[in-house]
């Protein structure tokens, strides 16, 4: 397995060199980009896009293979896969990120980011640009922010109307530190996890529920194990392009240039699904049988997060947050 590996970087790169060499014949370079989700998801919707748009405005030059349902390992393998030159590229959600960039880990602070519009407005502006820099001490090119969603509570033991209902639910979690400390801070008892593992632990009985975005609920039938589903709304949920940074340099300014705008092309798309199953997926979980409490007061929820809060403004710097706050994008109602 290991020499099969070796072998593609070693193609993929001599492909890539002949491509960019004066006077030769440009050879079609391939490149594999994995997610944890299935196909038809929002993060399928992303790296479908992506692949369509740099095979389109390379005129087929490259290639991008992509792998679904976390069939290449999971995020924090994939990361890694792509930092060490093992894969080319992959999306992710924030969930490992802080263990690769720990100033990530400030997107994931419950309750900092206030509707879409906000954190869009974060992302694209200048502190999310700041951000996707930080990846490059890590070798890793960060191409564009995507979107995962603002994460959303499920179990099945019984209904969360108040953060007093989460005290001692055995909760699958992100391996992220932000994330476990948080709802640590809610009595919650937390058990990190891969996501390509949750749903059979789900369905086992081995953790009582899980938070994620509605996308992510809906896309892989979560609906089949869970039976309750809170709105909490109470971390938003960025995603990433993610390219192995020298294989990046190694491309000309031109090529470049179509990664970048492929990938903001991507990110559109992937945020245009996300408002569809924002608008149409509560409805279908409904009718698979979820009992959905939509009213929450998410007011309740800050206040007893407010030791952790305090925490995350140590941690991160207060005026770091409060710039992240101030950021204007607010839309009407929120999410």
Not at 14 to 21: G, H, Q
Not at 260 to 277: E, F, P
Request: glycine share 10%; charged share 25%.
């Amino acid at each position: 397995m290991q020499r099969l590996r070796i072998g593609h970087i070693a193609s993929t790169m001599l492909a890539l060199a002949l491509a960019l060499l004066p006077g030769t014949a440009p050879a079609q370079v391939v490149m594999r980009i994995s997610i944890s989700t299935p196909q038809d998801s929002h993060q399928g919707v992303a790296v479908d896009t992506l692949a369509r748009e740099v095979a389109r405005r390379s005129h087929g030059r490259f290639r991008i293979e992509a792998h679904y349902g976390g069939s290449l390992g999971d995020e924090r393998q994939a990361i890694e896969a792509v930092q060490s030159g093992r894969q080319e590229m992959t999306w992710t959600s924030t969930g490992p990120l802080p263990l690769f960039v720990p100033e990530v880990g400030i997107f994931d602070v419950p309750f900092l980011l206030r509707d879409y519009r906000h954190a869009r407005a974060v992302l694209d502006g200048p502190i999310g640009q700041e951000m996707l820099r930080k990846f490059e001490d890590k070798g890793l090119k960060a191409l564009a922010w995507g979107e995962n969603g603002f994460r959303h509570m499920t179990n099945n033991r019984r209904p969360i109307d108040s953060p007093e209902d989460l005290r001692g639910l055995r909760m699958r979690t992100m391996e992220n530190p932000v994330h476990i400390q948080a709802f640590k801070g809610l009595g919650i008892v937390t058990v990190p996890m891969p996501f390509p593992e949750v749903y059979a632990a789900l369905g086992a009985g081995r953790v009582d529920g899980q938070e994620n975005p509605i996308s992510v609920i809906r896309a892989n039938h979560f609906e089949r194990v869970q039976k309750y589903l809170t709105l909490t709304g109470h971390v938003y949920s960025p995603g990433v392009f993610l390219m192995n940074k020298a294989a990046y340099d190694r491309l000309g300014r031109a090529d470049r240039k179509i990664f970048l705008t492929a990938a903001r092309i991507a990110a559109q798309a992937n945020r245009a699904r996300v408002d569809a199953d924002e608008r149409d997926a509560v409805a279908y979980l409904r009718g698979q049988g979820m009992q959905v409490a939509a009213g929450v007061d998410r007011e309740r929820f800050r206040e007893a997060l407010a030791p952790a809060l305090a925490d995350f403004e140590r941690q991160f710097g207060k005026a770091n947050l409060d710039r992240i706050r101030a950021v204007a994008g607010q839309a009407p109602g929120g999410h």
